[in-house]
């Protein structure tokens, strides 16, 4: 069975990333995926990593602040190996992931691009594209999205337990290592 990781990275357990993220793994949860959701504001550094490690893909989650993810999820990123220059690990290797990013309004919608180039580019994780962004319309209250937000959501959860196949399927795309 494949095993989905939600990280919520935003600064507060509960909150509207989270939201967003679990309605992601709900999608997920349709296709079959087993699914948790972990939430870095309450969550230590090794056990984000044994959670990483021992997921089959990653729905990485954070509000946006000035253009960018949070300091809570930079963190965690910065923190993980890639297994080159003497690291002995590397936990996003051969995995599928997919972007759900928040924010106030619409203008932020392109910190979606910046997460997924770090997540494809700089540790070669295979990214669902496009990512997603929900601004304030997406939302009923902190904890519901609009009908219309929650379906896409799930239709993102799915599209990522597919890929999540295809790359478990592929020895190539698996094998595929960061570069530099």
Aim: charged letters at 15%; hydrophobic letters at 50%.
């Amino acid at each position: 069975m494949t095993s989905i990781l939600g990280i919520g990275g935003g600064p507060e357990a509960g909150g509207r990333t989270s939201t967003a993220v679990a309605a992601v793994l709900a999608g997920a949860e349709r296709q079959g995926a087993r699914t948790h959701l972990l939430e870095l504001s309450g969550t230590d550094l090794p056990e984000v990593l044994r959670a990483v490690d021992a997921a089959d893909a990653v729905v990485v989650g954070s509000p946006v602040y000035r253009a960018t993810y949070s300091a809570l999820l930079k963190g965690v990123l910065e923190r993980l190996e890639r297994g080159l220059w003497g690291e002995t690990t590397a936990p996003l290797q051969g995995k599928a992931a997919a972007v759900v990013l928040t924010g106030a309004d619409g203008h932020h919608f392109l910190a979606v691009d910046d997460l997924r180039d770090v997540l494809a580019g700089f540790f070669a994780v295979q990214v669902l594209s496009p990512g997603l962004y929900l601004d304030h319309t997406a939302y009923v209250d902190r904890r519901t999205l609009t009908a219309g937000a929650a379906a896409l959501a799930a239709a993102h959860g799915a599209a990522l337990a597919d890929l999540t196949a295809a790359v478990r399927a592929s020895g190539a795309l698996a094998a595929l290592r960061p570069q530099v």
